[in-house]
């Protein structure tokens, strides 16, 4: 049997609402993103991963999902889903949806008719029940419990739009196992499972103890997130995909405070794959990249690496922005894509966008500028519209000006712009992906380097980035097939600069 396709897979991420806009409204949607499909497979990435198209009330940009077999109008119809899922599989590219299963929206039938068993509906402290149940934090700000008009208290653990779901009602359960169902019918290869880390609540919702409780990846164990109880559900998800033909697979989206416990989720008999968000979260440096690729790769599970997505600040800004920005986002590029295990790409990543951080305070959409009391101005920086063209209202994303507006330095950002210029940041992803198809990677290990230089091996292939503040010198290394940026060859040796990644062969 040949390897499963997840295993080496680049999967480009799809955030719907900013791709591409097919019928001019300002919101990205699924026309729009049909109509980019030759640039994807163009770009060569093997599958998409589209974020939730399904109808809500976008109070969290679509994570409120309202009817979870249902296209919003907004985005499309069910028939543009299935056209694109045909028209994807016939350039080759798989697809991924998400699927929102720790909470639904507010405006969800089960919600509005007032299911309480099917969330998490607790009486208040106090003399009359007028302090929330528990401590826990919103993760976008605030308690998180939200006061219903016969005083009673629902959970949620993101906006007060999003009520969390009960996962201990078998009614859940089941309702889930059919949703999967119903998008594996219509041929998709497999989900990505938002907040798969939350569902199972510790037994009688103990405090947190803590006050502060918004760091993600934080050691200290949280009562509502990474509960060992959420496995059983993923072992009766597996047995559900399993039973499909086509290698379908899933990956969690699990903020685990360890790679130990983030590995707990990619299983053969639980969900496939999950982020590697220590990796996102590592500075660039030698000696904070080396130990989260080792813990990664020593889990034993199949790797994953991911640099940016629809919630963090673009990696162009986090590494330094400007040109030191970009370069080591070059860099960082070289380094992810030569790393064993599949690869998560965000849209306009390729072509070297950097987050917006001077949006108008008018413009914002993310609730976490509302939930944060305006101290957070959210994660909108990240889900400006891609430029397609260096002109018209939106820069090529639609026929009319897009939901968030595109700073002007972004014409010469376009896709169009860079198609044409090799040095671009376009011409090196697409150069890089066609020559990680063909490459034949062997055995993964470290070379031992000197300080600020991370270099491994897999065979025969090389990849070195040098970290350091200057330029480093490495003895003829056989065939150079690509550096992130210019590199000098002299009297047998190259010259590597700082910010820069080499593969050679
Ligand atoms: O995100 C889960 C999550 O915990 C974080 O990424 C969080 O959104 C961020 O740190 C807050 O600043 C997933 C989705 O990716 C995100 O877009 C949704 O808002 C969230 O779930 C709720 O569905």
């Known amino acids: ?64 999902v309202a009817d979870y077999r249902s296209v919003d109008p907004l985005f499309g119809t069910l028939h543009d889903a299935a056209g694109l ?18 909470h639904t929206s507010d405006q969800h039938e089960w ?50 739009e999003q009520p969390d779901l009960n996962w201990e009602n078998p009614a859940v359960r089941t309702e889930f196992l059919d949703i999967l169902r119903f998008w594996l019918d219509l041929g998709v290869d497999g989900f990505r499972v938002d907040v798969a880390h939350g569902m199972v609540k510790a037994e009688g919702l103990p405090d947190a103890g803590r006050e502060n409780q918004s760091e993600l990846l934080s050691d200290a164990p949280l009562p509502y997130f990474d509960q060992d109880g959420v496995h059983d559900i993923y072992r009766e998800w597996r047995r559900v995909l399993d039973a499909y033909p086509g290698d379908r697979m899933a990956v ?15 299983r053969p008999d639980e969900l496939h794959q999950a982020f590697n968000f220590h990796f996102l979260r590592a500075d660039w440096a030698a000696d ?39 370069r080591r986002a070059r860099a960082a590029a070289l380094l992810m894509l030569a790393l064993p295990g599949s690869a998560y790409v965000y849209q306009g990543e390729e072509l070297g966008l950097p987050e917006v951080l001077d949006l108008p305070e008018s413009a914002l959409r993310d609730p976490v500028w509302e939930r944060s009391g305006h101290t957070d101005r959210g994660r909108d920086g990240c889900r400006v519209p891609i430029p397609w063209t260096s002109t018209g209202p939106s820069l090529g994303f639609g026929a009319g000006p897009g939901w968030l507006p595109q700073p002007e330095a972004w014409a010469k950002l376009s896709a169009a712009e860079q198609h044409g210029s090799p040095e671009s940041m376009l011409s090196l992803y697409r150069k890089v992906l066609r020559l990680r198809r063909v490459l034949p990677f062997g055995e993964f290990s470290w070379l031992d380097l000197p300080e600020g230089l991370l270099g491994f091996r897999r065979g025969e292939f090389h990849c070195v980035v040098n970290f350091g503040p200057s330029g480093a010198r490495l003895a003829e290394p056989g065939e150079v097939l690509v550096a992130s940026s210019y590199h000098g060859l002299e009297g047998g040796e190259v010259l590597l600069p700082p910010d820069t990644a080499l593969w050679w062969a």
Not at 85 to 102: K, M, Q, T, W, Y
Not at 308 to 317: A, E, I, L, Y
Request: aromatic share 12%.
């Open 252 to 266: 969690a989206e699990a903020w685990a405070p360890t790679p130990e416990r983030t590995a707990n989720y990619a």
């Open 85 to 102: 899922i045909h028209d994807a599989h016939e350039l080759g590219l798989r697809v991924i949806v998400d699927i929102v299963p720790n």
């Open 288 to 326: 904070a990249m080396r130990p989260v690729i080792d813990a990664m790769l020593s889990t034993g599970v199949p790797p994953t690496w991911v640099l940016s997505n629809h919630d963090v600040q673009r990696h162009v800004t986090r590494y330094g922005g400007g040109e030191t920005g970009l």
């Open 111 to 160: 919600f509005r008719a007032g299911l309480r068993d099917h969330y998490v509906f607790r009486q208040g402290k106090g003399a009359r029940g007028e302090l929330p149940p528990n401590d826990w934090q919103s993760v976008f700000g605030g308690p998180a419990w939200r006061r219903v008009a016969d005083g009673s208290w629902y959970l949620h653990l993101f906006a007060p």
């Open 1 to 64: 049997m040949t390897q499963e396709w997840w295993r080496e897979a680049v999967v480009y991420q799809v955030y719907v609402r900013s791709f591409a806009d097919g019928d001019g409204d300002g919101v990205g949607d699924l026309p729009g993103m049909r109509s980019r499909l030759p640039y994807l497979a163009d770009l060569g990435v093997d599958a998409v991963w589209l974020t939730p198209f399904y109808s809500s009330p976008m109070a969290d940009g679509g994570y409120d």
